[in-house]
C-alpha cells in the first residue's frame, strides 16, 4: 500500500531535514501548475517536491523511493518539466536545482565539469571571464539547468556549428532508478569510454536516470560577430539556403524564418533566411559581404544587424515567451513544437505551414543545416488544431522527418486519437526505447510513461 502524502514528507524529511522536501500545497503557483501540466488530467498530485543538495544525498532520495516503490518525476528548475509526453503518475518530485556546483574548470583543456543544478546563464558568465563559453543556446536560457538541457536535448541555432548537446559531452555521472551512481567517459576530449552511456541520456527526459554531473567539450569566445538577414522571394531563399550549404562560407547559424516571425522582429513581410559568423573580425566581415553579394544577385534585400544579443534575444521571446509561461494569470494556451525536416525541404514546409495556419498567429523557426526546428501555434485550444498538426506531421514525415509535442494544452496531449502519439515517433524507434528504459529501469519509477 502506497504511503500518505503526510508519510511521504515524513519519511524524506526524517532523511534530509526540513529544508529540503516541500509539501505539493506549500509550492508557488508556477511550479504548481508546471507540474500538474506534467501529469495526465487524471493523476493525484506528488506528495511533495526534495531538494537534495549533494550527490549522495540524491542517491540516498533515489534509493528510499526505489525501496518504497515510489514513483520519481525528476526535474531541475521545471522549465522544461511540461515538454512531450504526460507522467502518469508522480508520487514525489526530485528537483537537482540545489547541486549546483561548478566542479573544474580546466581553461588549457577547454572542459568544465559541472553538477547538474548550475544554471545555464551563470556558467556561461563564468566561462567568459576566461574567453570561453559553452556553445549551446537552449531556450529559457535565464532558469534553465545544465542537467535539465542535457536530459530534453535543448539547443538551439548554434547546433549549425557546434552541433548539439551529446556532441559536446564528454563525461557524465548519474544515479540509477535504484540509487547506485554511474559514471561514464572522462574529462579530456579524446577520452570516449562511456560513449553510449551519454548519447543515451541526453533527450531521455529523466526515464533513464537522474543526471548528476556533466563534463563539457568550451569553444573560445569569437573576436567578433554580425548577423546577415537576406529577405524575399520563397525560391531565392532555398537557392540562398542551397548556395550557402555548397559555398567556402562558414557561419555559425543558419536560420530560416516564417514570413511571420521577420514581420514581428521588423524586418520586413516575406520569408528571410538569418546567418551568423563569428571569427575574426576580418573574417567575419569579408564572409558578409560575400554573403551579401550572392543575396542580392538574388533579388533578396539583405539587412546587416551588429546587435547579436538583441537579436537572438528577440526572436527567443517570440518563440517561447518565457514571461507568458511564468504568468499564473495567463489564458494564453500556446502549442509549441520541434520539427525535423530534410534541410532540402525547409523553405517547402515553411510555405504549407504558412497555408495550414493562414487563419493563426504562428512561428516557424527552422535551423537550415539540420533541418531541426521550432513551430509555435499561439492559439492551442482551436478546435481545428489538431487536424493541423497531423497535416504538419505528414508533411515532416514525408521528408524523412517528425513533428513532436512539447508544450500544449493537457488536454490535447492526452486526447490525442486524432493526433496519434505526443512524440511522433515511427517504425521500431518507440519500441527500442521502451526495452533500454526497462533495461534501466525495471520497475518504471523513473518519469513513468513519459516516453510512451
Known sequence: MRLTDHQLVALFTELLGDDRVL????????????????????????????????????????????????????????????????????????????????????????????????????????????????????????????????????????RHRYNGVRDMCLGIEFVRSDGEVVKAGGRVVKNVAGYDLMKLLTGSYGTLGIVSSITFRLYPLPEFTQIVVATGAAEAIAQLQQKISTSVLTPTACDVLSASVIAKLDLGESIGLAVQFSSLKISVLEQGDRLAVIAKEL?????????????????????????????????????????????????????????????????????????????????????????????????????????????????LKFNHQVLGNVWGYTGNARDLMVKIQQQFDPRGLLSPERLV
Open 299 to 411: 533579388n533578396l534585400k539583405v539587412q546587416i544587424i551588429d546587435a547579436v544579443a538583441d537579436f537572438w534575444r528577440s526572436l527567443e521571446n517570440l518563440l517561447w515567451q518565457n514571461e507568458l509561461r511564468h504568468a499564473s494569470s495567463s489564458t494564453n494556451h500556446p502549442v509549441v513544437c520541434k520539427l525535423g525536416i530534410l534541410p532540402s525541404a525547409t523553405v517547402s514546409i515553411m510555405q504549407q505551414c504558412q497555408q495550414i495556419f493562414s487563419q493563426q498567429s504562428y512561428f516557424l523557426q527552422i535551423h537550415a543545416g539540420s533541418g531541426l526546428g521550432v513551430l509555435r501555434i499561439e492559439n492551442g485550444t482551436s478546435p481545428q488544431i489538431a487536424e493541423q498538426l497531423v497535416q504538419v506531421r505528414r508533411i515532416a514525415e514525408a521528408q524523412s522527418g517528425f513533428l513532436s509535442l512539447l508544450e500544449a494544452p493537457q488536454e
Open 23 to 158: 509539501a505539493f500545497a506549500s509550492l508557488n503557483s508556477h511550479l504548481h501548475d508546471r507540474i500538474v501540466q506534467s501529469l495526465t488530467p487524471d493523476s493525484l498530485p506528488p506528495a511533495c517536491v526534495i531538494y537534495p543538495q549533494t550527490i549522495d544525498e540524491l542517491s540516498k532520495v533515489i534509493a528510499l523511493a526505489y525501496v518504497q516503490r515510489l514513483r520519481v518525476l525528476p526535474c531541475g528548475n521545471a522549465t522544461k518539466l511540461d515538454w512531450g509526453g504526460l507522467v502518469s503518475r508522480a508520487d514525489v518530485l526530485v528537483s537537482t536545482s540545489r547541486i549546483n556546483q561548478i566542479v573544474e574548470h580546466c581553461v588549457g583543456d577547454l572542459t568544465v565539469k559541472v553538477l547538474a543544478g548550475v544554471n545555464y546563464q551563470d556558467l556561461q558568465a563564468v566561462l567568459g571571464k576566461e574567453g570561453q563559453f559553452w556553445a549551446i543556446d537552449p531556450p529559457y536560457g535565464a532558469d534553465a539547468t545544465i542537467g535539465g538541457i542535457l536530459a530534453t536535448g535543448s539547443a538551439g541555432s548554434l
